[in-house]
Antibody
Framework: VQLVESGGGLVQPGKSLKLSCSASGFTFSSYGMHWIRQAPGKGLDWVAYISSSSGTVYADAVKGRFTISRDNAKNTLYLQLNSLKSEDTAIYYC?????WGQGVMVTVSS | DIQMTQSPSVLSASVGDRVTLNCKASQNINKYLNWYQQKLGEAPKLLIYNTNNLQTGIPSRFSGSGSGTDYTLTISSLQPEDVATYFCFQHNSWPLTFGSGTKLEIK
């Protein structure tokens, strides 16, 4: 099983970014997937979930700003981050509850 | 939202010690409780799922127990490679929530 995130970087407050997570080694279309983040030196913070049938759930802190989606044909999970705030600065992990990627850093700063 | 409170926040123990980490939920989570280990600079790794099920490949010195609101991760004989931060995670109800972690150190 491998999960590889990409798309992170430095972005100004208020701007947007789209993260991707490429999955391999398992039947991606059969699994619900999560995005979980970790601010520098802090704990883990669950962000969003998408079921195998594309139903979605969000943490209150990101609801209305972030959108989780998936493309089962490409074995890829996405997270669209809009209206970014400094407090969104974190490493973003894609994960099943068992397997995690290595994470991608998002820094929101002017 | 369900709040997850871990204790202690830092634990220092000797190699070979039996170590117990605690996690308390603000309401019943029906044993939907996972434990993750995170070493410095790495992604979290699943140790225990649904309270007491050892994930494949995890050493048997790790075990979990609990019910209702109170859960425990036990390391039967602490090893140097167990230095890490341990997080509990409830997946009983939305939003899913993590504890703030217990940092485990070697004396």
């Amino acid at each position: 099983v491998q999960l590889v995130e990409s798309g992170g970087g430095l972005v100004q407050p208020g701007k947007s970014l789209k993260l991707s997570c490429s999955a391999s080694g398992f039947t991606f279309s059969s699994y619900g997937m999560h995005w979980i983040r970790q601010a520098p030196g802090k704990g883990l913070d669950w962000v969003a979930y998408i079921s195998s049938s594309s139903g979605t759930v969000y943490a209150d802190a990101v609801k209305g700003r972030f959108t989780i989606s998936r493309d089962n044909a490409k074995n890829t999970l996405y997270l669209q981050l809009n209206s970014l705030k400094s407090e969104d600065t974190a490493i973003y992990y894609c994960a099943t509850t068992v397997y995690w990627g290595q994470g991608v850093m998002v820094t929101v700063s002017s | 939202d369900i709040q997850m409170t871990q204790s202690p926040s830092v634990l220092s123990a000797s190699v070979g010690d039996r170590v117990t980490l605690n996690c308390k939920a603000s309401q019943n989570i029906n044993k939907y409780l996972n434990w993750y280990q995170q070493k410095l600079g790495e992604a979290p790794k699943l140790l225990i799922y649904n309270t007491n099920n050892l994930q494949t490949g995890i050493p048997s010195r790790f075990s979990g127990s609990g019910s209702g609101t109170d859960y425990t991760l036990t390391i039967s004989s602490l090893q140097p490679e167990d230095v890490a931060t341990y997080f509990c995670f409830q997946h009983n109800s939305w939003p899913l929530t993590f504890g703030s972690g217990t940092k485990l150190e070697i004396k």
